[in-house]
T-cell receptor, first 108, second 112 residues
């Protein structure tokens, strides 16, 4: 069964405390893996697209990596404004699969 | 460059009614996808439209249907509403040959 699993479900960090979010997937015909940020009551905001194992993308304090079975979103020295739900999505054959997200809370 | 827009922002319906939600894609995008997001969950893929044809569908019953128009805008129609249809409905657009999707702000539907 095609599915995407994210862990942890929730993560509380102190400002400046680096960590990683995990996204594991079992999807046939992978065409791309996507990371989004979602604030409460709003639509997901695009962060990264990864297409092949070994690929890495960076943006400010965020870095996304991809292997054959999972992806990591590394957050370096987070700030309170990084608090949000981070969603991972995988595109299979004519379908998209989202994980349930990791809710990140960064305390000042 | 305008982003993805959706209307209405909020909607209240009663069980058994029908609803139509609307989406305008980002300029230059010709593919539209619809998602249902229940509270505390990730978005669930409903279907995708490309060049006015359904191009993929998730595990949703036939009472969920859609349309895409020549200007690439789209509608999601839900018939015989059920209480479990209460959710945030998201529209996303992407360009031909590109899989990255850009989301609108969503329509919050409440079924009583």
């Amino acid at each position: 069964e095609d599915q995407v699993t994210q862990s942890p479900e929730a993560l509380r960090l102190q400002e400046g405390e680096s960590s990683s979010l995990n996204c594991s997937y079992t999807v046939s015909g992978l065409r791309g893996l996507f990371w989004y940020r979602q604030d409460p009551g709003k639509g997901p905001e695009f962060l990264f697209t990864l297409y092949s194992a070994g690929e890495e993308k960076e943006k400010e304090r965020l870095k996304a990596t991809l292997t054959k079975k999972e992806s990591f979103l590394h957050i370096t020295a987070p700030k309170p404004e990084d608090s949000a739900t981070y969603l991972c999505a995988v595109q299979g054959i004519n379908k998209f699969y989202f994980g349930s997200g990791t809710k990140l809370n960064v305390k000042p | 460059e305008t982003g993805v827009t959706q209307s209405p922002t909020h909607l209240i319906k009663t069980r058994g009614q029908q609803v139509t939600l609307r989406c305008s894609s980002q300029s230059g995008h010709n593919t539209v996808s619809w998602y249902q997001q229940a509270l505390g969950q990730g978005p669930q893929f409903i279907f995708q439209y490309y060049r006015e044809e359904e191009n993929g569908r998730g595990n949703f019953p036939p009472r969920f249907s859609g349309l895409q128009f020549p200007n690439y805008s789209s509608e999601l129609n839900v018939n015989a509403l059920e209480l479990d249809d209460s959710a945030l409905y998201l529209c996303a657009s992407s360009s031909q040959g590109g899989e990255t999707q850009y989301f609108g702000p969503g329509t919050r539907l409440l079924v009583l």
